[in-house]
């Protein structure tokens, strides 16, 4: 119960800006993301499927339904934005509380604040889903209209994950599409193959889509774009990724760093200590 709380009121500081009464709040996890539009959340102690109000992705797990186009990366983009996060559910007033297949039908917010639903359409992952009524259905109308606009994602004539605010080169935003980079399902940077920081989990992707959510590793040291280019690309096939290096030393060489894995806490101030690896020295 403490821990609830706790992280009600971290999410609470975040949702501020959302004139909406506490009471009316679903405070859960996102355990798993099921595709782009639905997702598993763990609500006080149960696992529920949530999908999203408003917003239509295309299918990837429909049973004896092929993989529609761009189905694969609109579930990658939940999954990098909600994955192992704490989110805020809400439900609509126009909308239904479950679905015919027993789904909470629900507004997905971010820690940041973000309306999910909304990002998704923004970001031309999804289309607006408007054969149902609910009260953002203007708003999510608008927001397709600037996705379709702007060509991004389903939208574009070959649609790609969007990989920075100023578009690569197109050589070079191919060799970004190309190239496959690691990140864990906590952690906010990217990974060559045989990172340490991989021992726990590693989910892969493009380093194009990797860069604009991640930062890369500084042990590993995995490509990263700059200026318009992909740098260190071809040390990622020639060179296995550098493994951890003793922090403290002596002459006699009796000092060894141990590392340890540190869950994640909350402190008393109710801030959340993200999981780390912290490394120590020891005899």
């Known amino acids: 119960m403490a821990k609830a709380v706790r ?16 009471s009316q709040w679903e405070i859960g996890k996102v355990v798993q993301v099921v595709n782009g539009d639905t997702l598993k959340v763990e609500l006080q102690g149960r696992i529920e499927s949530v999908r999203l109000i408003g917003v239509n992705t295309p299918e990837t797990v429909a049973p004896g339904k092929p993989v529609e186009d761009f189905g694969k990366q609109a579930s990658a983009f939940t999954m990098v934005v909600a994955e192992g996060k704490n989110v805020g559910l809400l439900r609509d007033a126009l909308s239904e509380d479950r679905d015919k297949y027993g789904r909470l039908l629900r507004y997905v917010f971010l820690p940041d604040g973000t309306l999910l639903n909304g990002e998704i359409i923004r970001r031309g992952f999804g289309r607006a889903y408007l054969e149902y009524a609910f009260s953002r259905m203007e708003e999510f109308r608008e927001l397709e209209e600037e996705a379709r606009t702007s060509a991004r994602g389903l939208w574009a004539s070959e649609p790609s994950l969007p990989t920075a605010e100023m578009p690569l080169p197109g050589a070079a935003e191919e060799q970004a599409e190309e190239l496959t980079v690691y990140v864990t399902r906590t ?14 989990s590693k989910v892969p992707m493009s380093l194009a889509h990797a860069a ?27 060179e296995p990724a550098p493994t951890y290096q003793p922090r403290y030393t ?12 540190v869950r994640g806490y909350y402190r008393k101030d109710g801030s959340y200590v993200r999981p780390h690896v912290r490394t120590s020295r020891r005899k």
């Not at 992280?7 to 506490?22: G, K, Q």
């Not at 952690?187 to 726990?200: D, Q, T, V």
């Not at 930062?215 to 040291?221: D, N, R």
């Not at 700059?226 to 040390?235: F, I, L």
């Open 7 to 22: 992280t009600f009121l971290a999410l609470s500081i975040a949702l501020a800006v959302v004139p909406i009464a506490l």
């Open 187 to 200: 952690g906010k940077k990217y990974h060559r193959e045989g990172c340490p920081h991989l021992s726990k």
């Open 212 to 238: 604009e959510y991640y930062s890369p590793c500084s042990i590993c040291q995995p490509p990263t774009i700059s200026q318009g280019r992909v740098v260190g690309a071809a040390k990622l096939a020639a």
């Open 250 to 261: 002596s002459e006699a060489g009796i000092y060894q760093p141990k590392s340890v894995y």
